[in-house]
């Protein structure tokens, strides 16, 4: 399998978009836990996930930390530019090696460079066309896993993937 990493968005694919605040300011986001499955899939394989994201909350870092993201980068401008360095630390090639997820114009020139890139369903066309793959759900109803499932799955390593995952699930802590 020639994908090394898996770099994803945040807003837009692993939540619906959408902040909410609270009367003191607190801010929340919603994320669903299918998305984890496509973490634990990589995990299986040695390959890490990254985050890179324009946010910068804790909220992000929390979900990183307890998900044991490889990668985390949060308050990103430049989405391209980081992902090309970590690829130079990585030794690795971005338009050979890497597989990323966005929804939005910041994404499109990370979108363009990746081997393989997708969008949710509900990311706008002019941000779609930029993208290999155009996934049926949207952000925030498990477009990562689907996202991740459709690698596995292009690479014949999803049945794989599925046995070790059910495997680790039998073994004795």
């Known amino acids: 399998m020639d994908i090394k990493l898996v770099l994803t968005d945040i807003d837009g ?25 496509g973490v634990v899939f990589f995990g299986k394989l040695n390959i890490p996930v990254g985050i890179i994201t324009g946010e910068d909350t804790r909220i992000v870092e929390r979900r990183a930390e307890k998900l044991k ?3 985390l980068f949060m ?13 130079e630390e990585l030794g690795i090639s971005l338009s050979e090696n890497v597989a990323y997820i966005g929804d939005d114009i910041n994404d499109i020139p990370l979108l ?25 759900k949207n952000g925030g109803e498990g477009v990562f896993r689907e996202f991740s499932e459709l690698i596995l799955k292009e690479y014949g390593m999803l049945e794989i ?5 059910i495997q680790s699930f039998r073994d004795p802590l």
């Open 13 to 37: 694919v692993w939540t619906d978009g959408g902040m909410f605040y609270d009367n003191e300011g607190n801010e929340w986001k919603r994320f669903n836990t299918s998305d984890s499955a």
């Open 112 to 136: 363009e460079k990746a081997k393989i890139s997708a969008t949710p369903a509900n990311a706008p066309d002019y941000v779609k066309k930029h993208a290999k793959w155009n996934l049926k």
């Open 75 to 87: 308050g990103v401008r430049n989405k391209l530019l980081v992902a090309e360095k970590l690829c």
């Open 161 to 165: 993937v599925i046995e070790k995952a």
């Open 69 to 71: 993201i490889d990668f």
